[in-house]
């Protein structure tokens, strides 16, 4: 049975993919959401978040279920970053990459570094978050966040989502991705994309940039906002069983 394992972005946790998994098993896949170190219900103190410790976090959940089936791995937003570093930690585990609407770095780039590219001009996210503290630890207003991630969504859908945002540590921001020393087997994993044509957040200019230097195939576009897990649940979902039986040989 395909797996695929679910990472979610800045400001959110395991639950942004609650609408998508009954689906998803409904469809056959075993999936799995997880929270990143510091989100969600997740107790580990905030300054001790980064972006190796995120790696970390979803290497350990891969080798927990680790088996014969393939393991499709799924990051959204910054859990693009998060994945990527982890698929060059450990890529025996991993079968394919999805990123949907998510940042994909080059070696030694950071999230940081790609918002500041001339795709990424009008980020949303950027305009908007809040950042206090040492060390630093952003925000998402309640006020910014329904234009910024959600503006296809109900008003429903959107209080959802606002109401279960939470801080998000600034130093898995600007740490850089760093390959390690399976950078063969990295290189061998295909990847795909779920592109947002409405994003606010990461620009389209700026998802097209990353997805044709990523070398991914398939792209699948949405037209919706920066949430399809909960603006466009049934295109996700079906764009993920679309991908997973392109990537997966039958």
Not at 73 to 86: D, E, K, P, Y
Not at 175 to 193: C, H, I, K, N, V
């Amino acid at each position: 049975m395909t797996s695929f394992l679910l990472v979610h972005g800045a400001f959110a946790g395991a639950w942004c993919w609650e609408p998508v998994i009954a689906p998803l098993e409904s469809a056959g896949y075993d999936v799995e959401a997880i929270d990143l170190p510091g989100s969600g219900s997740d107790s580990t103190p905030l300054a001790e978040v980064t972006l190796n410790g995120y790696a970390e976090r979803i290497c350990a959940a891969l080798e927990a279920t680790s088996s014969a089936a393939p393991r499709l791995l799924v990051g959204h937003s910054m859990g693009g970053m998060a994945i990527t570093q982890a698929a060059a930690r450990c890529p025996q585990h991993i079968t394919g990459l999805i990123y949907v609407s998510a940042f994909i770095p080059e070696p030694g780039q950071s999230l940081m570094d790609l918002t500041a590219l001339p795709e990424a001009a009008d980020d949303q996210v950027q305009a908007n978050l809040v950042v206090d503290g040492d060390p630093p630890v952003a925000t998402m207003p309640a006020a910014a966040a329904p234009q910024a991630l959600f503006h296809c969504a109900t008003e429903e859908q959107t209080a959802w989502g606002v109401e279960r945002l939470g801080p998000q540590p600034v130093a898995a921001f600007v740490a850089p991705f760093t390959p390690g020393d399976q950078a063969e087997a990295f290189a061998r994993l295909p990847r795909a994309y779920v592109s947002c044509l409405q994003d606010r957040a990461i620009p389209i200019a700026m998802q097209r940039r990353m997805y044709a230097a990523a070398g991914c195939d398939p792209v699948i576009e949405i037209d919706t906002d920066h949430s399809p897990w909960v603006s466009r649940t049934d295109e996700l979902v079906a764009a993920l069983d679309q991908i997973a039986g392109e990537l997966i040989p039958a």
